[in-house]
């Protein structure tokens, strides 16, 4: 391929993994190996695997008619798009609450806001919303875009590092008589949807894909090949579900089995999650870190923004405008949604506050119950009847997407069975 014209397509790939990297990543693989060790990598893997084919197809559908996912809900029914549009309205809130309370308590820990305003506990989560807010309302997406990239570098190169200096060190001491826990418990079966459910990201983000796809399209006014769009969603999928195995090992073997444990406050676990990481590298390292660890979260808050303002923006106009061309209204839509969503996910973050962990196993969980509707959807929409027969994806992929679907509708079946039935 011509390094030119994937200078001009790479984007929409970084893009997703640094958003995908955050929440699943940062908090849940790292809790994961901190608990279990290395007992729940086959299910990070399966999730990995098998939600693969639904976020590619995102990709394919864009590069394929040049236009989003949610555009194609449309073509499904009114139902498909109805449904997918209150999905998202139940969900946004919810999760955007949960990504914004741990980059609050990665940003606390790294300023110590909340001691500069101990009379204002939510300040810091305050400022997270104004300060991302403000900067998607001044930017567009050439902004996001080289935004992410430098985050996306920073993130790659701190991890892998840790990840190495883990590795040579090996994993420390088990205390004295350390019972390993029980994998298939309802506890641990609770925790193993939450980690599955934004592993590695949101099944509802895939139409994400599509947006940030062919917003890339239209700032470059390049339209690739669908070999050079797959090469950059590929490149940041796989190396996002890389990253996750990463941040697995740094717990397993910085935590698992020693009697530690991760505290459960937001501004606590950051503290905690950046001393799994100076332990390795050494005191010196914690500024670093700790700037590294708010950047990853910080990018991933600013692409769940984006992401969710942009799918209301184009939901909004598919079901609602009378006229599907008028940019200046569309504009406003954005707007407005980055407004609507940070009030409602501050309102959120009022309400749970101090419940760090209960919001992001209940933002997880509803992602993840969510998934198989989604999954069904993106599936039919890469069918000969809604593109050209030279972008269906192979006998592999649609056998993967099978059993994607049968994944998640089994796992999502098996979890109400354990919280409701049992």
Not at 23 to 46: D, K
Request: net charge positive; aromatic share 16%.
């Amino acid at each position: 391929m011509n390094w030119e014209k994937i200078k001009k397509t790479l984007g929409p790939g970084i893009l997703f993994a640094s958003t995908a990297i955050g929440v699943s990543h940062l908090v849940q693989s790292t809790r994961a190996g901190a608990n279990f060790g290395f007992g729940l990598v086959l299910f990070i893997i399966a999730a990995n695997v098998f939600k693969f084919p639904f976020f590619e197809f995102g990709a394919r559908y864009a590069n394929a008619t040049g236009k989003t996912l949610i555009d194609g809900y449309k073509h499904l029914g009114n139902y498909a798009i109805w449904i997918y549009f209150l999905v998202t309205i139940c969900s946004m809130f919810f999760v955007s609450a949960a990504v914004v309370l741990v980059t609050t308590g990665f940003m606390d820990n790294l300023f110590g806001l909340s001691v500069l305003w101990p009379t204002f506990k939510l300040f810091p989560i305050a400022l997270v919303f104004l300060v991302t807010v403000t900067l998607l309302m001044s930017g567009k997406y050439n902004f996001l875009d080289h935004f992410i990239k430098i985050v996306g570098i920073v993130l790659l190169i701190s991890t892998l590092i840790v990840f190495v200096l883990t590795l040579i060190n090996g994993p420390v001491e088990h205390v004295k008589h350390f019972i390993p826990p029980h994998i298939f418990d309802d506890t641990s079966i609770l925790f193993i949807i939450a980690l599955m459910g934004w592993m590695p990201t949101a099944m509802d983000m895939s139409t994400w894909v599509s947006l940030w796809t062919v917003a890339k399209m239209k700032s470059s006014n390049y339209h690739p090949t669908l070999k050079e769009t797959l090469f950059d969603f590929n490149f940041g999928y796989w190396v996002s579900a890389f990253l996750s195995l990463c941040f697995v090992t740094i717990g397993a073997y910085l935590i698992y089995g020693t009697g530690k444990t991760l505290p459960t406050g937001s501004v606590g676990f950051a503290d905690g999650v950046i001393k799994l990481y100076t332990s390795t590298m050494g005191n010196w390292s914690y500024l670093i870190i700790a700037t590294a660890a708010f950047s990853i979260m910080f990018g991933t808050c600013i692409g769940l923004f984006d992401g969710y303002a942009r799918t209301l923006q184009r939901t909004t106009t598919i079901l609602f405008a009378k006229n599907d061309n008028k940019e200046t209204d569309s504009r406003k839509v954005y707007i407005w949604s980055l407004v609507i969503l940070a009030i409602g996910s501050f309102a959120i973050n009022a309400f749970f506050s101090g419940q760090f962990k209960i919001l992001i196993d209940l933002a997880t969980t509803i992602s993840f119950l969510i998934a198989p509707l989604v999954a069904v959807a993106n599936f039919k929409l890469v069918s000969s009847k809604y593109i050209d027969k030279a972008f269906l994806p192979g006998k592999l992929m649609k056998l993967m997407s099978w059993l994607g679907i049968l994944f998640l509708t089994g796992f999502a079946f098996f979890y109400m069975y354990v919280k409701f039935l049992k």
